[in-house]
């Protein structure tokens, strides 16, 4: 079970930190993502991380948010980070989080089997 928060409104600039509270996905190789979808658009992928236990084999960002947004893990709360610095009006959407065991991880919605409900960004 995935549980994200951290969603609100900003101004532009602005920062905001997301956190997805993970059950499970605690021992062995798995990737952790977040995923963003603006009204009438493609839910698009933003940021994966892959993990083994608690050690991060590696990041990666859509371009769109390079330089802006990091993303992270807790291993000990079992939770996963999106910070995002620089907030522009297009980052305005719903984020969710995403996790699932199938190697590589990538930005591709249909390869995450576990979701969570999402929490909304706007900026403005």
């Known amino acids: 079970q995935l549980v994200e928060s951290g969603g609100g409104s900003v101004q532009a600039g602005g920062s905001l930190k997301l956190s997805c509270a993970a059950s499970g996905y605690i021992s062995g190789d798995y990737c952790m993502a977040w995923f963003r979808q603006a009204p009438g658009k493609q839910r698009e992928g933003v940021a994966v991380?892959?993990?083994?236990?608690?050690?991060?084999?590696?990041?990666d960002y859509a371009d769109s948010v390079k330089g802006r947004f990091a993303i992270s893990r807790d291993s000990a709360k079992n939770t996963l980070y999106l910070q995002m610095n620089s907030l522009k009006p297009d980052d305005t959407a719903m984020y969710y989080c995403?996790?699932?065991?199938?190697?590589?991880?990538?930005?591709?919605?249909?390869?995450?089997?576990?979701w969570g409900q999402g929490t909304q960004v706007t900026v403005s």
């Open positions: 991380i892959r993990s083994r236990g608690s050690s991060t084999r590696y990041a």
């Open positions: 995403a996790a699932d065991y199938t190697l590589p991880c990538t930005h591709t919605p249909g390869d995450y089997n576990s």
